[in-house]
């Protein structure tokens, strides 16, 4: 099938590779030309394991390629794909520009039927005016479609092969045949297909997402109560998550949900649920636990420093969680301003976000070249990504290089018992 994904970003690009590696004709459309270049020289603009990979055995295999025109790849094309980005407007409902001004494009370019595919996260209603728009600027016959996108970035690849399920809001059979053709391949295994309006579809990405952010905004809660009453939350965790009902994933304590999805899903769910005059009260709470959550760790650092105006402080992990160097709406972020703010001395390290860091902080942070590294001279280390390599680190080498030895952990990766051993003062999130 000849198809394009306008919008080349974590989720167009992940597509766009594993649809062309199921054999259709895949062309990629970006307005950002220096991204589109640097995808024709076969680099990636965004790190996901093995992402660069398969772009590249795909381009050389002459079934991917890039572009910044679009009326070209739609013409070409009898599916086009919506991933561009919905972030935030003001008032936290989705800023729909993007998706509609892609719409209007596309309805302008057609030559034919076409399917045209929401798979941006969009409000109930969206494909509604998509469809709008575009019977207003041709003739010629369509169909509009949801299909919520639900991979995670650092699996992504994984995630979109061998999905848990995947929804298609259609109203008209033919472009349910067509869907189901495309995603035949990727559910072979028994994943199902699940077919529905367009409505439900839409409702279903945001349910998703809320609930997940729920789970962590109520285990962050649940930890805070474990230190306050001399629980452990890892004992609470795995003891509950023993019970099928409510299953182990999404239960670790930490320091607040980020990237580019849950804020802005859980902020939409809200604001489309007020519009039609709703208070969603759970997810209100949801995101002032989530706020408050990202401060825990610098209010903890406070309380045993006193001051922090002068102390070295070293960051292992910057990105928003591990196996990306996505840092939107990072923790790491509010803990550096904070820090700053206070009058540290920022040391930070992430494997894969350093690049996106410097054009965050610039010169007001030092970048380490290793974990190692930026425990030279520090008062204390925070830990604000769990990332693997963070896991079992030379607990002499730290303490050797580090001016006091104080570990602030915002993953829990460390028990208190190992790092008592090792000679270390230790803080984590919901242990007494
Ligand atoms: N990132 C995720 O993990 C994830 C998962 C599921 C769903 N989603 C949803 O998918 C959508 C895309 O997310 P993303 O993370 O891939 O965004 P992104 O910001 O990484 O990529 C969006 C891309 O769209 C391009 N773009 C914007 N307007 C354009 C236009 N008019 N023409 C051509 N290109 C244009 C941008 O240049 C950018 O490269 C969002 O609605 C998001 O909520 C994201």
């Known amino acids: 099938m000849k198809i394009a994904i306008v919008g080349t970003g974590y989720v167009g690009l992940v597509a766009g590779a594993c649809f062309a590696e199921s054999g259709n004709d895949v062309v990629c459309v970006d307005k950002d030309a220096s991204k589109v270049r640097l ?49 935030p407007d003001e008032d936290g409902s989705a800023d729909l520009t993007h998706v509609l001004g892609v719409a209007r494009d596309v309805a302008r370019a057609m030559n034919g039927y076409k399917v045209i595919v929401d798979k941006s996260t969009v409000p109930v209603g969206t494909s509604e005016k998509v469809r709008e728009i575009v019977r207003r600027e041709t003739t010629h016959p ?39 053709e495309l995603y035949g391949p990727f559910t072979r295994t028994g994943a199902p297909i699940m077919v529905m309006d367009c409505a439900s579809a839409e409702l279903t990405k945001y349910a998703a997402n809320a609930m997940l952010a729920t789970r962590i905004s109520f285990m962050n809660e649940v930890a805070n ?42 902020q939409a769910m809200i604001r489309f649920a007020a519009d039609k005059s709703y208070s969603f009260k759970v997810l209100e709470a949801v995101e002032t636990v989530n706020i408050c959550q990202k401060t825990r760790l610098f209010a903890k650092m406070q309380q045993h420093f006193g001051s922090l105006k002068r102390k070295t402080i070293a960051i292992w992990g910057l990105a928003f969680k591990p ?8 923790p790491s972020i509010p803990l550096i301003e904070a820090l ?24 007001r942070i030092t970048y380490a070249k290793g ?32 001016r006091s030895p104080i570990v602030f952990d915002g993953r829990n990766l460390f028990t208190r018992e190992q790092m008592g051993q090792h000679g270390f003062v230790y803080s984590s999130i919901g242990r007494a």
């Open 39 to 87: 995808l024709r020289r076969g680099k990636t603009p965004i790190y996901e394991p093995g992402l660069e990979e398969l772009v590249r055995r795909n381009r050389q295999e002459g079934r991917l390629s890039f572009t910044t025109t679009l009326a070209k790849a739609v013409r070409d094309s009898a599916v086009i794909f919506i991933a561009v980005g919905t972030p």
């Open 142 to 180: 369509f169909s509009v479609v949801s299909n919520p996108e639900f991979l995670k970035q650092g699996a992504a690849i994984d995630d979109f092969r061998k999905p848990d399920r995947v929804v298609i809001g259609a109203e008209d059979p033919r472009a349910t045949e067509v869907m189901l």
């Open 225 to 266: 109560v474990c230190e306050l009453v001399g629980a452990d939350v890892d004992h609470v965790r795995k003891a509950i998550g023993a019970d099928r009902r409510i299953g182990t994933s999404f239960l670790f304590p930490g320091v607040g949900y980020g990237g580019s999805c849950f804020p802005k899903d859980v």
């Open 323 to 330: 196996r990306t160097d996505d840092m939107r709406e990072a």
């Open 340 to 363: 700053l703010a206070a009058g540290a001395t920022v040391q930070a390290y992430d494997p894969e976000a350093m690049g996106v860091a410097r054009r965050i902080f610039g010169s």
């Open 371 to 402: 974990n190692y590294e930026a425990l030279k001279g520090a008062d204390a280390l925070a830990i604000v990504t769990e990332w693997n390599e963070f896991r079992r680190p030379d607990f002499g080498r730290m303490r050797a290089l580090m």
